[in-house]
């Protein structure tokens, strides 16, 4: 099969061409078990989202007839307790014992916390599975884009990371399909079924850890080079030997990870061992708080609410209104996920931010005109601006919210790295999840405003500190932020935070 060769003043750094990786079956088979990863991120959105289904079932309403808003609210977050607790642990036994391990145990640990859920009836029970189900989620998501990133041949390594993450909304768009059938359930099983189907994507993802390779950068670092050469020939250049693109990738690798393991300090603290890890780790923390407290989780979490307070409170109609956002976010967030690999990561962020803010300014008009003068086109009006808002969401925050903190950060820090942002991110997420019931109780359309400045402080951040990384190696990013542990530092002008 002939191959397109791509230089650059580094020399070649792929070695297929993007219009014909579906000819090579060595790239279909690779991106088969990346597919089988998705599992993972969809896992954790039907997780997120199933109280938002939930709440529209009157079986469950009937369950939860008893919650005060600091009980509802500690429900609805306490997905993002467990994954809390579970990152920083996830991190080490994903450099320690491996990628895959990682996410078995996760998605094992998700099963078994759904079925003693749909068994159980008591709502401790109900909370405390919940938070185990965060925690097994916890340790799957932070191993799965990890693998997928590292594995991903390198023309499809953003795409793919990009892609893990919106699918996200593949495992919300199932909850909220499957609470709009569950309308029709005359029993407790009308809620105790979603909460048992969350076995669904674990167990997918099980099944897709026989198909996908262990990352050869993981096996590199832990002094099994021979077999991680092997994975790359296999995979990115399906199953030729001696390929000289392949062995330049893999010298690439090797070199980059053998000059990181020289110069990088124990543990954690290398993130405060110069201006440039400095920087990364505050991307890192900042990506995490940007996913929650852009104004998503008002309207991710807490819909049924926000659809009350225009109006919009038949249990029917709010059900359709979260199963027509879910599609949509689905759609949007794929378009996306290839969007930021052919316009750039930072102009990306930017258009976004400034297109969320402008969304939810009007919908916090629409919504105050609704409530303090009764107009009632005004809150039906309010219905498309949401969509237009998650489309705005979709097109940067979902696709880059992994793909990002996985591309700058070097590998001797990415697993940790990435377990900041999930950190970051579980942090903001209960923040603000058992904030808002408390919160839109007493301020209702007011509360939108919050977010409105969270919005105008996020993009003056990523203005300044948010650098183009597109397309670069993985193992050249760094040299961006002019840390010493890139595979070969790149001079001033690549050095600049442009």
Same mark, same amino acid.
């Given at each position: 099969?002939?191959?397109?060769?791509?230089?650059?003043?580094?020399?070649?750094?792929?070695?297929?061409?993007?219009?014909?990786?579906? +000819?090579?079956?060595?790239?279909?088979?690779?991106?088969?078990?990346?597919?089988?990863?998705?599992?993972?991120?969809?896992?954790?959105?039907?997780?997120?989202?199933?109280?938002?289904?939930?709440?529209?079932?009157?079986?469950?309403?009937?369950?939860?007839?008893?919650?005060?808003?600091?009980?509802?609210?500690?429900?609805?977050?306490?997905?993002?307790?467990?994954?809390?607790?579970?990152?920083?642990?996830?991190?080490?036994?994903?450099?320690?014992?491996? +990628?895959?391990?990682?996410?078995?145990?996760?998605?094992?640990?998700?099963?078994?916390?759904?079925?003693?859920?749909?068994?159980?009836?008591?709502?401790?029970?109900?909370?405390?599975?919940?938070?185990?189900?965060?925690?097994?989620?916890?340790?799957?998501?932070?191993?799965?884009?990890?693998?997928?990133?590292?594995?991903?041949?390198?023309?499809?390594?953003?795409?793919?990371?990009?892609?893990?993450?919106?699918?996200?909304?593949?495992?919300?768009?199932?909850?909220?399909?499957?609470?709009?059938?569950?309308?029709?359930?005359?029993?407790?099983?009308?809620?105790?079924?979603?909460?048992?189907?969350?076995?669904?994507?674990?167990?997918?993802?099980?099944?897709?850890?026989?198909?996908?390779?262990?990352?050869?950068?993981?096996?590199?670092?832990?002094?099994?080079?021979?077999?991680?050469?092997?994975?790359?020939?296999?995979?990115?250049?399906?199953?030729?030997?001696?390929?000289?693109?392949?062995?330049?990738?893999?010298?690439?690798?090797?070199?980059?990870?053998?000059?990181?393991?020289?110069?990088?300090?124990?543990?954690?603290?290398?993130?405060?061992?110069?201006?440039?890890?400095?920087?990364?780790?505050?991307?890192?923390?900042?990506?995490?708080?940007?996913?929650?407290?852009?104004?998503?989780?008002?309207?991710?979490?807490?819909?049924?609410?926000?659809?009350?307070?225009?109006?919009?409170?038949?249990?029917?109609?709010?059900?359709?209104?979260?199963?027509?956002?879910?599609?949509?976010?689905?759609?949007?967030?794929?378009?996306?996920?290839?969007?930021?690999?052919?316009?750039?990561?930072?102009?990306?962020?930017?258009?976004?931010?400034?297109?969320?803010?402008?969304?939810?300014?009007?919908?916090?008009?629409?919504?105050?005109?609704?409530?303090?003068?009764?107009?009632?086109?005004?809150?039906?009006?309010?219905?498309?601006?949401?969509?237009?808002?998650?489309?705005?969401?979709?097109?940067?925050?979902?696709?880059?919210?992994?793909?990002?903190?996985?591309?700058?950060?070097?590998?001797?820090?990415?697993?940790?790295?990435?377990?900041?942002?999930?950190?970051?991110?579980?942090?903001?997420?209960?923040?603000?999840?058992?904030?808002?019931?408390?919160?839109?109780?007493?301020?209702?359309?007011?509360?939108?405003?919050?977010?409105?400045?969270?919005?105008?402080?996020?993009?003056?951040?990523?203005?300044?500190?948010?650098?183009?990384?597109?397309?670069?190696?993985?193992?050249?990013?760094?040299?961006?932020?002019?840390?010493?542990?890139?595979?070969?530092?790149?001079?001033?002008?690549?050095?600049?935070?442009?």
């Amino acid at each position: 099969m002939s191959r397109d060769v791509e230089a650059s003043d580094k020399g070649v750094t792929s070695s297929i061409s993007r219009s014909i990786w579906f +000819r090579d079956a060595g790239i279909i088979k690779l991106n088969f078990g990346i597919c089988f990863m998705f599992a993972s991120s969809a896992s954790v959105g039907y997780t997120a989202s199933l109280i938002n289904g939930l709440l529209v079932l009157p079986y469950f309403v009937t369950f939860a007839k008893d919650f005060s808003p600091e009980l509802l609210g500690l429900t609805i977050s306490a997905a993002a307790i467990g994954n809390f607790v579970s990152f920083v642990p996830g991190s080490y036994m994903a450099d320690i014992f491996g +990628r895959k391990l990682c996410v078995g145990l996760g998605s094992v640990i998700v099963v078994i916390s759904a079925v003693i859920q749909a068994i159980f009836t008591n709502k401790w029970a109900f909370i405390c599975t919940r938070i185990f189900a965060g925690v097994g989620g916890g340790f799957a998501s932070t191993a799965a884009p990890l693998l997928v990133t590292e594995v991903a041949h390198p023309h499809m390594r953003q795409s793919s990371t990009a892609l893990y993450n919106s699918m996200w909304y593949l495992g919300s768009l199932v909850s909220a399909a499957v609470s709009l059938f569950a309308l029709r359930i005359a029993s407790s099983w009308s809620w105790r079924l979603p909460c048992l189907l969350q076995t669904v994507f674990p167990l997918l993802q099980l099944v897709g850890l026989f198909f996908i390779p262990e990352s050869p950068r993981w096996l590199v670092a832990n002094n099994q080079k021979m077999e991680a050469l092997t994975i790359l020939t296999k995979c990115h250049a399906n199953g030729v030997s001696g390929d000289n693109i392949v062995q330049n990738e893999f010298e690439q690798m090797c070199e980059s990870i053998l000059q990181q393991q020289r110069t990088a300090k124990q543990g954690w603290q290398t993130f405060f061992s110069s201006r440039g890890h400095i920087h990364i780790l505050a991307i890192c923390i900042m990506i995490g708080i940007m996913a929650e407290w852009a104004g998503n989780g008002i309207m991710s979490y807490y819909l049924a609410p926000t659809l009350s307070s225009v109006g919009i409170k038949e249990p029917l109609h709010q059900a359709a209104v979260n199963l027509s956002i879910q599609a949509w976010n689905l759609f949007i967030a794929s378009i996306g996920s290839f969007a930021s690999e052919k316009y750039g990561r930072r102009p990306l962020w930017l258009l976004t931010t400034v297109l969320m803010l402008l969304f939810l300014a009007i919908i916090t008009l629409l919504t105050g005109l609704y409530e303090e003068r009764g107009v009632s086109p005004a809150g039906i009006t309010t219905v498309p601006f949401l969509f237009l808002f998650f489309a705005a969401y979709d097109l940067g925050y979902t696709p880059m919210f992994i793909a990002y903190p996985a591309e700058i950060l070097p590998f001797k820090l990415r697993a940790k790295g990435m377990a900041i942002t999930l950190l970051s991110d579980s942090v903001a997420a209960f923040s603000n999840q058992y904030v808002n019931p408390v919160a839109f109780t007493s301020l209702r359309w007011r509360y939108y405003c919050v977010f409105l400045g969270c919005l105008t402080f996020f993009f003056v951040s990523i203005y300044f500190f948010f650098p183009e990384t597109k397309g670069r190696p993985l193992e050249e990013v760094s040299g961006i932020f002019n840390i010493e542990d890139s595979a070969e530092p790149r001079g001033e002008e690549d050095a600049r935070i442009h």
